[in-house]
């Protein structure tokens, strides 16, 4: 099985030492995704609705680099810095995920990266 790492050039540059995503046979595995803004790097404003939309749409372009889409997308993982904003951060994904959404996880963390409040991970397969 041939593993390929790749990074995504219309997505936020990684603040860290880690790939966008790495590819090994008919699975994607997408690094966890912040509220970045793609053009400027910067923490998205807003609440956390509004920082679990950027996740997602980053996620996206993460995706379409690798040969894959949200809906090939088969197990996530969400981190949020509030369980209060739980019920927000759902909402939003819904409207990503409307029909047979992927298993998922959601863990409350004691911080994230760059001071954001969401963090969005993936496994997906290819198209």
Do not use: W
Request: glycine share 8%.
């Amino acid at each position: 099985m041939n593993r390929h790492v790749g990074n995504a050039p219309d997505a936020p540059a990684a603040v860290g030492p880690y790939s966008h995503f790495v590819t090994a046979g008919d699975l994607v595995f997408v690094s966890g995704q912040i509220p970045l803004d793609p053009a400027s790097g910067t923490l998205v404003a807003g609440d956390a609705a509004a920082q679990a939309r950027r996740c997602l749409e980053n996620l996206k372009l993460v995706l379409a680099a690798a040969g894959s889409s949200l809906d090939r997308v088969c197990r996530c993982g969400l981190f949020l810095v509030d369980m209060a904003d739980f019920a927000a951060v759902n909402a939003v994904y819904a409207e990503f995920f409307p029909h047979d959404p992927p298993a998922r996880t959601t863990l409350a963390v004691a911080a994230l990266p760059a001071g954001a409040r969401v963090e969005i991970e993936a496994i997906a397969l290819r198209a």
